[in-house]
């Protein structure tokens, strides 16, 4: 297998650089459950390569259409111009999402689509007269890209560090997560529903008149796979609109079947008013992201627009031909394999897999929902994360694919996956834990 010469002019994103270069770790090749290590091994892919590959790798339907379409229209912008794809890609996106959301803005990645759908937050209030509706509210252990907007609403300290002060006018709520009450639960636990109360102590502190909106993950899923307690989202959206607070659900992981429907909104029966998505819209084949926006929001703040350009934002790539392209073939697929209710038929499978993993070496906490699946080990005294990275790369080595965050394994396997891979995956985990101190 070929491997690159020279390692240095590549500077990874979110890598150990150094430790990475004196031990390289590559793929050369994907196709269905697998990838193809450097070496030629296959590895068993239990994270849809980055929360993202929903539909499996190497599929012809999604390959074939990028590849039309690069060679009929390998761009064209939309600025004040456009392409029939992205008009298309748009109008079936929006059929997947709640109504009223549907209105599609396009991106380029989940980063994007959090920045956007912040400052499409902030132009609707003031378009409809509350331009003192100007503070975003985020939550502790969120993640909502990098960009400065969703560093800033962001609640992981390892992303904000070096950064400075980042964005004014930002709070943030309370993390979910209480291993004390809800360890081992299986789906939503059962205790946090008046977590989202904290909302109530940030609106008597800054006045609900000086908020925007409010950004959460349905499911925290980098931070390591937080499930919403019961309720909890319920109730998060009552004081929403008690306080006349625009609500946005992140979706960069949880839409596009990870939890068993098109989103989590669907999903556990709660509508934002603006939803961010990226990864599964082309099943990671070409970078998009996507903003499903409230046609009330989107028409207030074309309406109260004099003539011209009524929202001053925009990427070059926005609804890019081999995006469209991409995003249009792999709703095919999912429409006609069935995948989002396939996750819902294994998710029984996969939860008792998920599970399986309390008692085993050093795990203190196993959590699921949808396709999704967290196991917490116990930190190593004196060297937090070191444990469960020691994990990740002996998995590599051995032939499977996971995700580490901290000290907890994260999974999300590509919705194509059968019994048979949730039994390797966590057979393999399992032998893996055991090996390690």
Not at 24 to 34: I, K, L, N, S, T
Not at 144 to 160: A, E, P, Y
Not at 169 to 176: A, I, P, S
Request: proline share 5%.
């Amino acid at each position: 297998m070929t491997e690159p010469n020279d390692l240095s002019a590549f500077w990874m994103p979110f890598t150990d650089n150094r430790g990475f270069k004196a031990n390289p770790r590559m793929f050369v090749a994907a196709e269905g459950m697998h990838y193809t290590a450097s070496a030629g091994n296959k590895v068993l892919d239990a994270t849809g390569g980055l929360w993202c590959v929903n539909a499996g790798h190497g599929r012809t339907r999604i390959v074939e259409a990028i590849r039309q379409a690069a060679g009929t229209l390998d761009f064209a912008p939309t600025f004040q111009l456009a392409h029939p794809l992205a008009f298309e890609a748009a109008s079936r996106l929006a059929l997947l999402m709640p109504e009223p959301l549907d209105r599609i803005f396009f991106t380029n990645s989940g980063s994007e689509s959090v920045d956007t759908a912040l400052k499409i937050a902030l132009a609707y209030q003031r378009a409809r007269g509350q331009g003192t509706r100007t503070r975003l509210i985020g939550r502790e252990r969120g993640y909502h890209g990098v960009g400065f907007g969703g560093i800033s609403v962001g609640g992981i300290l390892g992303n904000r560090r070096q950064f400075g002060t980042l964005l004014t006018g930002v709070d943030h709520m309370r993390h979910t997560h209480d291993l004390a009450r809800n360890a081992f639960s299986r789906g939503l636990p059962q205790h946090g529903a008046e977590l989202a109360d904290d909302l109530e102590r940030i609106v008597a502190l800054h006045g609900a008149d000086t908020i925007a909106a409010v950004i959460v993950e349905p499911v925290a899923g980098s931070t390591g796979v937080l499930v919403p307690p019961q309720g909890y989202l319920q109730r998060l959206r009552a004081i929403c609109d008690a306080h006349d607070i625009l609500l946005i659900f992140d979706e960069v992981i949880t839409a596009f079947g990870r939890v068993g429907t098109a989103t989590a909104s669907e999903r556990f029966g709660v509508t934002p008013d603006i939803i961010t998505m990226a990864k599964g819209l082309t099943n990671a084949a070409v970078p998009m992201g996507a903003v499903a926006v409230r046609r009330e929001v989107h028409d207030t703040v074309v309406g109260s627009a004099g003539p011209g350009i009524e929202l001053f934002h925009g990427y070059t790539y926005s609804g890019h031909p081999l995006a469209a392209a991409a995003a249009i073939a792999t709703m095919d697929v999912y429409a006609e394999e069935g995948l989002f209710q396939k996750a819902i038929e294994l998710e029984s499978y996969w939860e008792d897999a998920v599970h399986s993993m309390k008692g085993a070496r050093h795990v203190i906490d196993c959590r699921n929902v949808g396709l999704i699946g967290g196991i917490e080990l116990e930190p190593r005294p004196g060297s937090p994360t070191k444990r469960a990275m020691e994990v990740f790369h002996r998995c590599f080595d051995t032939g499977l694919l996971i995700r580490v965050t901290g000290d907890i394994i994260a999974l999300s396997p590509p919705l194509i996956l059968d019994k048979s891979h949730i039994d390797a995956i966590f057979g393999k985990l399992t032998e893996v834990l055991a090996t390690i101190d």
